[in-house]
């Protein structure tokens, strides 16, 4: 049972403190325990908490937010409709490109394509786009119209596309780095590879950004980094550190037009607490905290401390890869001989790195999360590496 936080560590009930590897479910980008995000809610709280903002009706907070969320990303002419969390936002732009291409009068285009190792959330849409299989299996088909790539080859989504002919697909769903699936960041010109393959045959590119979204990557998206110009980027968790659940998906002025010019109509979708308004002002007081001190810039400069800190792991026996260097973000893959001798080893790894005083949780691999506060420093880097160090010791 936790009980409090305070930068990059938790206290349980019984006072007893841990390093938080995973920053809460790769989310608190600006640490634990900042008064003046719960000073900005309190305040809002007591102005306006929130009030629909379906129809004409807006709050100043979820209109600041918008615009500057879209100052953020990288094209400023952008459109930003608000949801409630990540799997909102997979949901809502796989609407969002259905819609686009029907508004087009491009009606074929229905068909989707996910990576394998892909995590885009619970919903009945992240549920289809699975990349990860025991999350995609037991329910039958939801949405039926999808295929599937490797995680890792340019080649085959080409492929894939020419073979279903580029009219029949709607978009190509992509984690800039694949966080849930295993941490697997994008082999070298991949990123690049993709996005001009969806540029040339028409299909919309959909970056999913919820874990990479608001400085994860060290820059404000990983699409910024990567120079992507998405269609779509999905985003949530770091755009408040997840003090209070809000999700995000940023239309690019190409996807936004057909919605705006006029004759599409109204388009019947939203959530209750989209643009919530204490949920709205919670996230500046976030995003000024990770301009203020420059964090997405930090977050540039610990991929490599990050990496350093854990390479010595990479030859422990319990090991079998240490996945580091891009973002603040690292897999410890435990080894696949011990896991099949024992499947209960990766729970126990977690286990064993709490009483070592290491939070973390177990990826679909058998990895480690490391994902901590864009916050941390040298010294609780040495903490994080030893814990962990100490917990598989403690194991084998
Ligand atoms: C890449 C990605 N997409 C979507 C989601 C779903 O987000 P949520 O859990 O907020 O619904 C997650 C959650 O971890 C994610 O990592």
């Not at 100043?60 to 100052?71: G, M, N, Q, S, T």
């Not at 849930?180 to 960041?185: D, I, L, Q, T, Y």
């Not at 005083?357 to 679909?364: D, H, I, P, Q, Y």
Request: aromatic share 8%.
């Amino acid at each position: 049972m936790l009980d409090r936080g305070e930068g990059v560590h938790v206290w349980d009930e019984d006072g007893r403190r841990y390093l938080d590897a995973t920053a809460g479910l790769w989310y608190r980008n600006v640490g634990y325990g900042r008064g003046e995000i719960a000073d900005a809610a309190a305040t809002q709280l007591r102005r306006l908490s929130a009030y629909s903002t379906f129809g004409d009706v807006s709050n100043r907070p979820a209109i600041e937010l918008a615009e500057r969320v879209a100052d953020l990303s990288p094209d400023p002419d952008s459109r930003v409709f608000f949801t409630s969390g990540g799997s909102d936002s997979i949901d809502t732009a796989a609407k969002m490109a259905r819609r686009y291409w029907q508004l087009l009068g491009q009606t074929d285009r229905t068909m989707f394509i996910t990576r394998e190792n892909a995590y885009h959330g619970m919903h009945v849409g992240g549920t289809s786009l699975a990349g990860i299989g025991a999350n995609a299996t037991g329910y039958g088909s939801f949405v039926s119209d999808v295929a599937r790539v490797p995680w890792n080859s340019p080649n085959a989504l080409r492929e894939t596309i020419d073979a279903a002919t580029p009219e029949r697909v709607a978009a190509f769903f992509c984690e800039p780095v694949i966080g849930a699936g295993g941490v697997f960041a994008p082999p070298e010109g991949y990123l690049e590879g993709v996005r001009s393959i969806c540029r040339d045959a028409g299909v919309l590119f959909v970056a999913d950004e919820v874990i990479t979204g608001f400085g994860r990557t060290g820059d404000w998206f990983a699409s910024n980094r990567w120079e992507l110009q998405p269609d779509l980027i999905t985003c949530a968790k770091g755009i408040t550190s997840g003090y209070l659940p809000m999700g995000a998906v940023v239309a690019s002025p190409r996807v936004a037009e057909p919605f705006w010019n006029g004759t599409a109509g109204l388009w019947r979708h939203g959530y209750t607490y989209s643009g919530h308004a204490t949920v709205a002002a919670v996230a500046m007081a976030n995003l000024d905290i990770l301009e203020r001190e420059g964090l997405p810039k930090r977050a540039l400069e610990l991929e490599s401390d990050l990496a350093d800190a854990l390479t010595p792991l990479a030859a422990h026996p319990m090991v079998e890869e240490l996945r580091a260097g891009t973002g603040v973000l690292a897999a410890v893959q435990l080894s696949a001989r011990a896991i099949d001798e024992d499947s209960t080893l990766p729970a126990r790894a977690v286990r064993a790195c709490r009483e070592a005083g290491v939070m973390t949780r177990t990826l679909a691999t058998g990895g480690l999360q490391i994902s901590p506060a864009l916050v941390i420093d040298r010294a609780e880097l040495d903490e994080l590496g030893d814990g962990i160090r100490a917990a598989l010791d403690s194991l084998t």
